[in-house]
């Protein structure tokens, strides 16, 4: 009898083992797959996780506004390649600054990841070239690297308050990017959260499952890519949108100030941006006091490289009412009327036959010979105030 009752319950306690091997085959094999796949991933795509090369490399001063961090060092991943990136004891890219010694000049360069340097090495940013060319030239002087990725005219002021007593620049070179430099003036000022550079009002992104998955798994990154077809750019965007709604987000190669200025009744936007930018000018006016200041007026990628009148058109914007160079126009009476000089490189870019070569292939940033070339076109305007 105890027999006749035991059979049946062995091949249910087989059939229950075979389904529990079963199961955790197809959880190793599920946990092998995943962990293949982001092994290879990251050795096909040797880039580093989204948003991680550059953590920690700003942080906040003490009323809140964000900072490059003295002392920085690591590496930015550029177009497949790891470029490394040196911040000196002051906070300015490249190497530390010895004490000023007697007949030495000092020029401070303000701007974006233009001037930063992004996708070439400390040596070979805008502002090292105009020094390395400067030097060359007989000049006793230092060139100081205060540029910021993903900055603008909005830090200039600051900015230079913070380098004024501790670098005492005789010159200061500020450069424009005509493109998202205007869209960034528009926007709340950047922050930083757990060491990553945020957009203000989208930092509950880096609370969302979603987002953090994202920048831990390269992945999950694809995954999304493929099926939401987002990057965490786009995220970031939609929820400044949301933030934001009066903005016009398609603005970044700023064809939109080219617009004939006569006609600025019928965009009232345009009125809202001029005083934006004429308040970040006032900053860099009272922070500079005393010191010649040049503004430089660099063009947008696009604007230069690809035809204008399709790029009106991508832009869905009247080509009757646009046309090339009204922009800068616009900034150069605006900062004139500020008291300073203003120097636009439209015409040196848009003549250039080799200006592809002048930008990275992918990246759109200045190349190795795109950074000469700048540096050689601001050396004889900062030569005459080094005299």
């Not at 636009?344 to 990246?363: I, K, N, S």
Request: aromatic share 10%; charged share 30%.
């Amino acid at each position: 009898m105890v027999r006749w009752m035991a059979e049946p319950t062995e091949p249910k306690k087989r059939r229950r083992r075979g389904l529990k091997f079963y199961l955790l085959a197809a959880l190793a094999m599920t946990v092998s797959t995943v962990l293949v796949a982001e092994i290879a991933l990251r050795i096909w795509d040797p880039l580093r996780l989204p948003l991680e090369d550059m953590r920690g490399f700003y942080q906040l001063d003490g009323e809140g506004r964000i900072e490059t961090t003295p002392g920085w060092q690591g590496e930015q991943f550029v177009e497949g390649r790891g470029v490394p990136v040196h911040m000196n004891a002051l906070g300015l890219r490249g190497p530390e600054i010895s004490a000023r010694v007697a007949g030495e000049k000092r020029v401070l360069v303000l701007g974006d990841s233009y001037i930063w340097g992004q996708g070439v090495t400390d040596d070979a940013t805008v502002p090292a070239r105009l020094q390395e060319q400067l030097r060359a030239a007989g000049h006793k002087v230092t060139v100081g690297n205060a540029g910021m990725f993903g900055a603008g005219p909005r830090e200039w002021g600051y900015t230079l308050t913070r380098f004024r007593e501790a670098f005492e620049p005789d010159v200061v070179v500020a450069v424009l990017y005509v493109g998202n430099d205007v869209q960034n003036t528009l926007m709340d000022p950047l922050s930083v959260v757990d060491g990553w550079l945020m957009a203000s009002g989208t930092a509950e992104l880096r609370e969302s499952w979603r987002f953090r998955l994202r920048v831990w798994s390269r992945l999950w990154n694809t995954f999304e890519k493929l099926v939401a077809k987002k990057r965490i750019d786009q995220l970031v965007i939609e929820k400044l949108a949301q933030e934001r709604p009066n903005i016009p987000y398609r603005i970044d190669e700023g064809v939109f100030l080219d617009r004939d200025p006569s006609k600025d009744d019928q965009e009232p936007f345009l009125r809202s941006i001029e005083g934006k930018l004429d308040a970040t000018f006032a900053e860099l006016e009272t922070a500079a006091a005393g010191i010649p200041t040049i503004v430089v007026l660099l063009p947008a990628y696009r604007v230069v490289v690809e035809d204008y009148g399709k790029l009106l058109t991508e832009y869905g914007l009247d080509a009757k009412l646009h046309e090339r160079g009204r922009g800068h126009d616009r900034l150069q009476r605006m900062l004139a009327a500020r008291g300073f000089e203003v120097v636009d490189l439209m015409a040196r870019f848009v003549t250039a036959e080799d200006r592809r070569q002048l930008f990275l292939q992918r990246d759109w940033h200045f190349s190795d010979l795109g950074c000469r070339r700048v540096a050689g076109w601001l050396l004889p305007l900062v030569e005459e105030h080094l005299k």
